[in-house]
Protein backbone atom coordinates (compact mmCIF):
# COMPACT_ATOMS: atom_id res chain seq x y z
CA UNK A 1 0.00 0.00 0.00
CA UNK A 2 1.38 3.47 -0.64
CA UNK A 3 1.84 6.04 2.00
CA UNK A 4 0.60 9.18 2.28
CA UNK A 5 0.94 12.30 4.67
CA UNK A 6 -1.58 14.70 4.78
CA UNK A 7 0.00 17.98 5.97
CA UNK A 8 -2.22 20.45 7.64
CA UNK A 9 -1.20 24.06 7.08
CA UNK A 10 -3.99 26.05 9.42
CA UNK A 11 -1.68 27.74 11.69
CA UNK A 12 0.37 28.56 8.63
CA UNK A 13 -1.33 28.95 5.48
CA UNK A 14 -4.94 29.76 7.45
CA UNK A 15 -3.20 32.69 9.73
CA UNK A 16 -2.83 34.53 6.03
CA UNK A 17 -6.37 34.20 5.26
CA UNK A 18 -7.98 37.74 6.23
CA UNK A 19 -10.17 37.00 8.68
CA UNK A 20 -7.55 34.63 10.79
CA UNK A 21 -6.06 35.55 14.11
CA UNK A 22 -5.16 33.00 15.92
CA UNK A 23 -4.17 33.53 19.76
CA UNK A 24 -1.77 31.47 21.72
CA UNK A 25 -4.44 29.53 23.27
CA UNK A 26 -6.14 28.83 20.07
CA UNK A 27 -3.29 27.90 18.00
CA UNK A 28 -2.59 25.42 20.71
CA UNK A 29 -6.32 23.93 20.57
CA UNK A 30 -5.91 24.18 16.75
CA UNK A 31 -2.58 21.61 16.95
CA UNK A 32 -4.14 19.18 19.12
CA UNK A 33 -7.45 18.73 17.57
CA UNK A 34 -5.28 17.75 14.13
CA UNK A 35 -3.29 15.67 16.23
CA UNK A 36 -6.40 13.86 17.26
CA UNK A 37 -7.67 13.51 13.65
CA UNK A 38 -4.48 12.01 12.84
CA UNK A 39 -2.62 14.26 10.22
CA UNK A 40 0.69 13.65 10.06
CA UNK A 41 2.12 16.96 9.23
CA UNK A 42 0.92 20.46 11.64
CA UNK A 43 2.82 22.97 9.49
CA UNK A 44 3.64 26.56 11.37
CA UNK A 45 5.03 29.77 10.28
CA UNK A 46 8.85 30.55 10.98
CA UNK A 47 9.81 31.32 14.18
CA UNK A 48 11.45 34.21 13.55
CA UNK A 49 7.64 36.45 11.90
CA UNK A 50 7.18 37.10 15.78
CA UNK A 51 8.59 36.28 19.37
CA UNK A 52 4.71 35.70 20.27
CA UNK A 53 4.82 33.02 16.99
CA UNK A 54 7.79 31.28 18.41
CA UNK A 55 6.31 31.08 22.13
CA UNK A 56 3.39 29.01 19.78
CA UNK A 57 5.56 26.99 18.25
CA UNK A 58 7.30 25.95 21.40
CA UNK A 59 4.33 25.10 22.90
CA UNK A 60 3.14 22.97 20.01
CA UNK A 61 5.76 21.45 20.10
CA UNK A 62 6.17 20.90 23.97
CA UNK A 63 2.61 18.85 23.49
CA UNK A 64 4.58 15.85 22.16
CA UNK A 65 2.30 14.78 19.44
CA UNK A 66 1.60 12.31 17.50
CA UNK A 67 1.63 14.79 14.38
CA UNK A 68 5.03 15.96 13.17
CA UNK A 69 5.66 20.36 13.77
CA UNK A 70 7.55 21.84 10.98
CA UNK A 71 8.15 25.39 10.67
CA UNK A 72 7.58 27.21 7.07
CA UNK A 73 10.57 28.81 6.34
CA UNK A 74 12.75 31.60 3.46
CA UNK A 75 15.94 30.17 2.94
CA UNK A 76 17.30 32.53 4.33
CA UNK A 77 20.77 31.91 6.80
CA UNK A 78 18.99 34.24 9.73
CA UNK A 79 15.25 31.88 9.24
CA UNK A 80 16.96 28.56 8.98
CA UNK A 81 18.56 29.13 12.09
CA UNK A 82 16.01 30.50 14.21
CA UNK A 83 14.19 27.67 13.27
CA UNK A 84 17.03 25.07 14.55
CA UNK A 85 16.64 26.91 17.37
CA UNK A 86 13.31 25.36 18.17
CA UNK A 87 11.93 21.78 18.51
CA UNK A 88 10.18 21.47 15.47
CA UNK A 89 10.67 18.17 13.86
CA UNK A 90 11.91 19.77 10.32
CA UNK A 91 11.84 22.50 8.22
CA UNK A 92 9.88 23.16 4.84
CA UNK A 93 12.08 25.41 2.83
CA UNK A 94 10.01 27.14 0.07
CA UNK A 95 12.10 29.62 -2.94
CA UNK A 96 9.79 31.01 -5.73
CA UNK A 97 10.92 29.42 -9.14
CA UNK A 98 8.79 31.27 -11.54
CA UNK A 99 9.46 34.45 -13.85
CA UNK A 100 7.01 36.49 -12.12
CA UNK A 101 8.27 35.80 -8.50
CA UNK A 102 12.21 36.17 -9.60
CA UNK A 103 11.27 39.29 -10.95
CA UNK A 104 9.17 40.81 -8.24
CA UNK A 105 9.86 38.48 -5.38
CA UNK A 106 12.95 37.75 -4.76
CA UNK A 107 15.20 38.86 -7.19
CA UNK A 108 17.37 35.82 -7.73
CA UNK A 109 18.61 33.95 -10.84
CA UNK A 110 17.41 30.59 -10.99
CA UNK A 111 21.32 29.42 -10.40
CA UNK A 112 21.50 31.81 -7.40
CA UNK A 113 18.36 30.04 -5.81
CA UNK A 114 20.58 26.45 -5.94
CA UNK A 115 23.31 27.79 -4.70
CA UNK A 116 21.62 29.57 -1.54
CA UNK A 117 19.38 26.67 -0.99
CA UNK A 118 22.22 23.78 -0.97
CA UNK A 119 24.35 24.56 2.29
CA UNK A 120 21.12 25.69 4.20
CA UNK A 121 19.83 21.60 3.14
CA UNK A 122 23.16 20.82 4.17
CA UNK A 123 22.95 22.16 7.35
CA UNK A 124 18.86 20.93 8.42
CA UNK A 125 20.15 17.71 7.88
CA UNK A 126 23.80 17.89 9.47
CA UNK A 127 21.12 18.95 12.37
CA UNK A 128 19.27 16.01 12.19
CA UNK A 129 15.73 17.45 11.42
CA UNK A 130 13.70 16.88 8.09
CA UNK A 131 13.96 19.11 5.48
CA UNK A 132 11.57 19.73 2.24
CA UNK A 133 11.76 22.04 -0.46
CA UNK A 134 9.32 23.51 -2.60
CA UNK A 135 9.61 25.54 -5.87
CA UNK A 136 7.01 28.18 -5.05
CA UNK A 137 5.14 28.90 -8.22
CA UNK A 138 5.87 25.33 -9.59
CA UNK A 139 3.13 26.06 -12.35
CA UNK A 140 4.07 29.13 -13.71
CA UNK A 141 7.84 28.13 -13.51
CA UNK A 142 10.00 26.87 -16.41
CA UNK A 143 10.31 23.11 -16.55
CA UNK A 144 13.94 23.47 -16.88
CA UNK A 145 14.60 25.99 -14.38
CA UNK A 146 12.19 23.42 -12.35
CA UNK A 147 14.40 20.51 -12.91
CA UNK A 148 17.86 22.65 -12.56
CA UNK A 149 16.89 23.59 -8.59
CA UNK A 150 15.18 20.30 -8.25
CA UNK A 151 18.12 18.32 -8.83
CA UNK A 152 20.16 20.54 -6.79
CA UNK A 153 18.63 20.05 -3.88
CA UNK A 154 17.71 16.24 -4.28
CA UNK A 155 21.73 15.98 -4.55
CA UNK A 156 21.85 18.26 -1.22
CA UNK A 157 19.73 15.03 0.77
CA UNK A 158 16.40 17.14 0.90
CA UNK A 159 13.71 14.34 1.78
CA UNK A 160 11.07 15.80 -0.14
CA UNK A 161 10.50 18.43 -2.57
CA UNK A 162 6.80 20.61 -2.76
CA UNK A 163 5.45 21.74 -6.06
CA UNK A 164 2.78 23.91 -5.10
CA UNK A 165 0.31 25.56 -7.26
CA UNK A 166 0.42 29.24 -5.81
CA UNK A 167 -1.58 31.25 -7.80
CA UNK A 168 -4.74 28.57 -8.29
CA UNK A 169 -3.57 28.33 -12.05
CA UNK A 170 -3.19 24.66 -12.99
CA UNK A 171 -5.76 22.39 -14.07
CA UNK A 172 -5.89 18.35 -12.64
CA UNK A 173 -4.45 17.99 -15.98
CA UNK A 174 -1.32 19.51 -15.74
CA UNK A 175 -1.04 18.56 -12.44
CA UNK A 176 -1.31 15.17 -13.42
CA UNK A 177 1.62 15.68 -15.89
CA UNK A 178 3.82 17.48 -14.42
CA UNK A 179 3.66 14.81 -10.50
CA UNK A 180 4.01 11.99 -12.75
CA UNK A 181 7.06 13.72 -14.56
CA UNK A 182 8.62 15.14 -11.14
CA UNK A 183 8.09 11.62 -9.66
CA UNK A 184 9.61 9.18 -11.89
CA UNK A 185 12.79 11.76 -12.48
CA UNK A 186 12.87 11.88 -8.39
CA UNK A 187 12.45 7.97 -6.87
CA UNK A 188 13.60 8.48 -3.89
CA UNK A 189 12.29 11.46 -2.25
CA UNK A 190 9.13 12.38 -1.64
CA UNK A 191 6.41 14.61 -3.39
CA UNK A 192 4.25 17.50 -1.72
CA UNK A 193 1.62 19.34 -3.59
CA UNK A 194 0.17 22.45 -2.38
CA UNK A 195 -2.95 23.53 -4.45
CA UNK A 196 -4.75 27.05 -4.06
CA UNK A 197 -8.52 27.62 -4.77
CA UNK A 198 -8.54 31.06 -7.36
CA UNK A 199 -10.76 28.84 -9.89
CA UNK A 200 -12.05 26.21 -7.82
CA UNK A 201 -9.56 23.58 -8.84
CA UNK A 202 -7.45 23.21 -5.40
CA UNK A 203 -9.23 19.53 -4.39
CA UNK A 204 -9.54 18.48 -7.56
CA UNK A 205 -5.89 18.98 -8.13
CA UNK A 206 -5.01 17.89 -5.09
CA UNK A 207 -6.62 14.37 -5.41
CA UNK A 208 -5.07 14.66 -9.05
CA UNK A 209 -1.83 15.39 -7.51
CA UNK A 210 -1.96 12.16 -5.08
CA UNK A 211 -2.60 9.87 -8.21
CA UNK A 212 0.36 10.86 -10.14
CA UNK A 213 2.75 10.00 -7.46
CA UNK A 214 2.59 12.53 -4.76
CA UNK A 215 2.76 11.44 -1.21
CA UNK A 216 1.90 14.71 1.09
CA UNK A 217 -1.18 16.75 0.33
CA UNK A 218 -1.32 20.15 2.04
CA UNK A 219 -4.47 21.04 3.33
CA UNK A 220 -6.07 23.53 5.58
CA UNK A 221 -9.35 23.75 7.78
CA UNK A 222 -12.63 24.89 5.61
CA UNK A 223 -9.36 25.68 2.84
CA UNK A 224 -8.61 29.17 4.54
CA UNK A 225 -5.36 30.46 2.93
CA UNK A 226 -4.06 33.70 0.85
CA UNK A 227 -6.51 34.91 -1.27
CA UNK A 228 -9.47 32.11 -1.06
CA UNK A 229 -7.42 29.45 0.17
CA UNK A 230 -6.25 26.02 -0.63
CA UNK A 231 -7.55 22.30 -0.70
CA UNK A 232 -9.77 22.13 2.24
CA UNK A 233 -9.12 18.66 5.02
CA UNK A 234 -12.49 17.82 4.53
CA UNK A 235 -12.60 18.02 0.73
CA UNK A 236 -9.40 15.72 0.55
CA UNK A 237 -10.66 13.07 3.64
CA UNK A 238 -14.27 12.94 1.54
CA UNK A 239 -12.04 11.71 -1.54
CA UNK A 240 -9.95 9.63 0.53
CA UNK A 241 -12.69 7.93 2.43
CA UNK A 242 -14.42 6.99 -0.66
CA UNK A 243 -11.52 5.78 -3.11
CA UNK A 244 -8.69 5.35 -0.56
CA UNK A 245 -10.46 4.32 3.03
CA UNK A 246 -6.95 2.54 4.04
CA UNK A 247 -4.88 5.27 3.91
CA UNK A 248 -7.32 6.91 6.56
CA UNK A 249 -7.09 3.38 8.41
CA UNK A 250 -5.73 5.91 11.36
CA UNK A 251 -7.59 8.58 11.44
CA UNK A 252 -10.48 9.35 13.70
CA UNK A 253 -12.92 11.05 11.62
CA UNK A 254 -15.00 12.23 13.87
CA UNK A 255 -12.81 14.89 15.10
CA UNK A 256 -13.17 17.07 11.92
CA UNK A 257 -16.49 18.68 12.85
CA UNK A 258 -15.43 19.55 15.72
CA UNK A 259 -12.52 21.00 14.41
CA UNK A 260 -13.83 23.02 11.39
CA UNK A 261 -16.42 24.23 13.81
CA UNK A 262 -13.70 25.71 16.45
CA UNK A 263 -11.70 27.10 13.57
CA UNK A 264 -14.96 28.84 12.28
CA UNK A 265 -15.76 30.34 15.61
CA UNK A 266 -12.01 31.41 16.22
CA UNK A 267 -12.73 33.39 12.64
CA UNK A 268 -16.41 34.35 13.67
CA UNK A 269 -17.53 32.78 10.76
CA UNK A 270 -19.98 30.08 9.62
CA UNK A 271 -18.79 26.66 7.96
CA UNK A 272 -18.98 27.13 4.33
CA UNK A 273 -22.54 26.37 3.46
CA UNK A 274 -20.94 23.63 0.46
CA UNK A 275 -18.15 22.35 2.98
CA UNK A 276 -17.48 18.74 2.13
CA UNK A 277 -18.89 16.91 5.27
CA UNK A 278 -19.13 19.44 7.93
CA UNK A 279 -21.48 21.88 6.16
CA UNK A 280 -24.80 21.84 8.18
CA UNK A 281 -26.50 20.65 5.44
CA UNK A 282 -24.01 17.78 4.15
CA UNK A 283 -26.12 15.31 5.21
CA UNK A 284 -29.68 16.73 5.01
CA UNK A 285 -31.59 15.23 1.80
CA UNK A 286 -34.51 17.26 0.23
CA UNK A 287 -36.10 16.23 -3.10
CA UNK A 288 -39.06 13.74 -2.89
CA UNK A 289 -37.12 11.63 -5.49
CA UNK A 290 -34.17 11.48 -2.91
CA UNK A 291 -36.13 11.60 0.34
CA UNK A 292 -38.22 8.11 -0.57
CA UNK A 293 -34.97 6.64 -1.93
CA UNK A 294 -32.57 7.57 1.16
CA UNK A 295 -35.10 6.40 3.75
CA UNK A 296 -35.21 3.05 1.76
CA UNK A 297 -31.60 2.45 1.66
CA UNK A 298 -29.26 6.03 2.64
CA UNK A 299 -26.66 4.21 -0.12
CA UNK A 300 -29.20 5.36 -3.01
CA UNK A 301 -27.85 8.94 -2.38
CA UNK A 302 -24.97 9.05 0.37
CA UNK A 303 -20.92 8.62 -0.45
CA UNK A 304 -20.58 9.28 2.57
CA UNK A 305 -21.45 7.53 6.02
CA UNK A 306 -22.70 10.09 8.25
CA UNK A 307 -22.29 8.58 11.22
CA UNK A 308 -18.45 7.17 10.57
CA UNK A 309 -18.04 11.46 11.38
CA UNK A 310 -20.02 11.35 13.90
CA UNK A 311 -23.17 13.38 12.23
CA UNK A 312 -26.84 12.57 12.03
CA UNK A 313 -28.36 12.37 8.73
CA UNK A 314 -30.92 14.83 7.83
CA UNK A 315 -34.72 14.36 5.92
CA UNK A 316 -36.06 17.63 5.37
CA UNK A 317 -39.86 17.70 4.24
CA UNK A 318 -40.76 20.75 4.95
CA UNK A 319 -40.64 22.00 1.06
CA UNK A 320 -42.32 22.24 -1.91
CA UNK A 321 -40.43 19.25 -3.57
CA UNK A 322 -41.34 17.10 -0.90
CA UNK A 323 -43.08 13.27 -1.41
CA UNK A 324 -45.82 11.04 -0.06
CA UNK A 325 -43.39 8.66 1.42
CA UNK A 326 -41.00 11.13 3.58
CA UNK A 327 -44.17 12.39 4.51
CA UNK A 328 -45.78 9.16 5.39
CA UNK A 329 -42.49 8.28 7.58
CA UNK A 330 -42.96 11.87 9.43
CA UNK A 331 -46.62 10.91 10.04
CA UNK A 332 -45.55 7.57 11.33
CA UNK A 333 -42.45 8.82 13.63
CA UNK A 334 -45.41 11.17 14.99
CA UNK A 335 -47.65 8.30 15.91
CA UNK A 336 -50.06 8.36 13.10
CA UNK A 337 -52.11 6.28 11.27
CA UNK A 338 -53.24 7.42 7.68
CA UNK A 339 -54.73 5.53 4.94
CA UNK A 340 -52.66 6.17 1.14
CA UNK A 341 -55.38 8.64 0.38
CA UNK A 342 -55.06 10.40 3.50
CA UNK A 343 -51.25 10.56 2.96
CA UNK A 344 -51.90 11.60 -0.65
CA UNK A 345 -54.22 14.45 0.64
CA UNK A 346 -51.62 15.59 3.86
CA UNK A 347 -48.95 16.01 0.82
CA UNK A 348 -50.76 17.73 -1.17
CA UNK A 349 -51.65 20.39 1.51
CA UNK A 350 -48.10 20.31 2.76
CA UNK A 351 -46.59 21.05 -0.77
CA UNK A 352 -48.93 23.74 -0.99
CA UNK A 353 -48.30 25.30 2.56
CA UNK A 354 -44.84 25.24 1.26
CA UNK A 355 -45.41 27.37 -1.79
CA UNK A 356 -45.58 30.72 0.66
CA UNK A 357 -41.87 29.39 2.18
CA UNK A 358 -40.16 25.96 3.48
CA UNK A 359 -41.32 24.90 6.80
CA UNK A 360 -38.42 24.07 9.66
CA UNK A 361 -38.80 20.17 11.20
CA UNK A 362 -40.98 21.71 14.14
CA UNK A 363 -43.21 23.39 11.65
CA UNK A 364 -43.78 20.61 9.76
CA UNK A 365 -44.95 18.46 12.56
CA UNK A 366 -47.14 21.66 14.12
CA UNK A 367 -48.52 21.38 10.52
CA UNK A 368 -49.19 17.43 10.39
CA UNK A 369 -50.49 17.16 13.78
CA UNK A 370 -52.98 19.89 13.05
CA UNK A 371 -54.08 18.42 9.93
CA UNK A 372 -55.13 15.38 11.42
CA UNK A 373 -56.65 16.70 13.73
CA UNK A 374 -58.90 18.82 11.16
CA UNK A 375 -59.15 15.62 9.36
CA UNK A 376 -60.33 14.16 12.72
CA UNK A 377 -63.13 17.18 13.30
CA UNK A 378 -64.15 16.50 9.51
CA UNK A 379 -64.60 12.96 10.36
CA UNK A 380 -66.32 13.74 13.59
CA UNK A 381 -69.00 16.02 11.79
CA UNK A 382 -70.26 13.71 9.02
C1 LIG B 1 3.42 31.28 0.65
C2 LIG B 1 3.51 30.47 -0.58
C3 LIG B 1 3.02 29.06 -0.52
C4 LIG B 1 4.14 28.09 -0.15
C5 LIG B 1 3.80 26.65 -0.35
C6 LIG B 1 4.92 25.71 -0.05
C7 LIG B 1 2.51 28.77 -1.94
O1 LIG B 1 2.33 31.75 0.98
O2 LIG B 1 4.44 31.51 1.27
O3 LIG B 1 5.80 26.04 0.74
O4 LIG B 1 4.92 24.60 -0.63
O5 LIG B 1 1.31 28.70 -2.13
O6 LIG B 1 3.36 28.69 -2.82
O7 LIG B 1 1.94 28.91 0.39
CU1 LIG C 1 0.06 28.68 -0.42
Known sequence: MRSLAILDSTLREGEQFIKTYFNLEQRVMIARLLDRLGVTFIEVPSPIASPETREAIQ???????????????????????AALDTDVYGLNLFFGTSQELRSYSHGRRIEQIATEAVPLIRRIREA???????????????LVDLLTVFDAVVDAGVERIGLPDTVGIATPRQVDRLVSLIASR????????????????????TISAFEAGADCLDVTVMG???????????????????????????YDLTQLVELDQYVADCLNINIPYNMPITAPSAF????????????????AYEILNPTDFGVAR??????RFTGRYAVGHR????????????????????????????????????????????????????
Do not use: M
Open 59 to 81: AICALNLRSHVVAHVRCVEADVQ
Open 331 to 382: AVSLGLQLTPEELARLTQALKERAESGSLSDEEVNTFILAWYEEKGSLVWER
Open 224 to 250: IGERNGIASLSGIISQLYIHYPDLLAT
Open 128 to 142: GRYVRFSAEDAFRSD
Open 314 to 319: HVDIGS
Open 284 to 299: THRAGVHTKAVLRNPH
Open 186 to 205: YPNVGIEFHGHNDTGCAIAN
